[in-house]
């Protein structure tokens, strides 16, 4: 830490970017498998203290899970149960203790069949939210674990 002079007397400590104090907990490792524009999803996993390893398609994703111990697994749908839920029982089949949260792309609404269908038939394991729902439920649980 350096000191720098104030000019109302009192010395000022500035703390560096590297820090111990102001690096972020480590929580564990997750997955986010599909397209994060702008790596908005990675970057606020990242800052609530999470490792973060991306997967752009299932196969990706399978592959990852394989050489990696992970936490989690985050979705971020594009409108495919079917791919979705293949995607979801191929995780389990690898890690069976993985939790997986789908985060519904953005303008999905209950009254669509895909959000229908993943509400009416939960994957054990899995978790449905907003991507909303996921940014208010980081910033509301900073001390436990996400997953």
């Not at 480590?26 to 908005?40: E, S, T, Y």
Request: net charge positive; charged share 25%; hydrophobic share 40%.
């Amino acid at each position: 830490m350096a000191i720098k002079p104030n000019p109302w007397g009192a010395p000022i400590e500035q703390i560096s970017l590297n820090s111990p104090m102001t690096a972020p907990i480590q929580r564990g490792k997750i997955m986010l498998i599909g397209v994060d524009r702008n790596n908005v999803q990675e970057r606020r996993f990242r800052a609530a203290g999470y490792e973060v390893v991306c997967a752009a398609n299932r196969r990706s994703a399978l592959d990852c899970v394989r050489h990696h111990a992970l936490e989690g697994a985050v979705i971020l749908s594009r409108g495919s149960t079917l791919s979705i839920a293949e995607t979801i029982l191929s995780l389990k089949d690898l890690c069976p203790v993985i939790k997986i949260i789908i985060v519904l792309r953005q303008g999905a609404q209950s009254t669509d069949r895909f959000v229908r269908q993943l509400m009416n038939h939960p994957i054990e394991g899995s978790e449905i939210m907003t991507r909303r729902e996921l940014q208010k439920r980081l910033r509301q649980e900073p001390l436990k674990h996400f997953f």
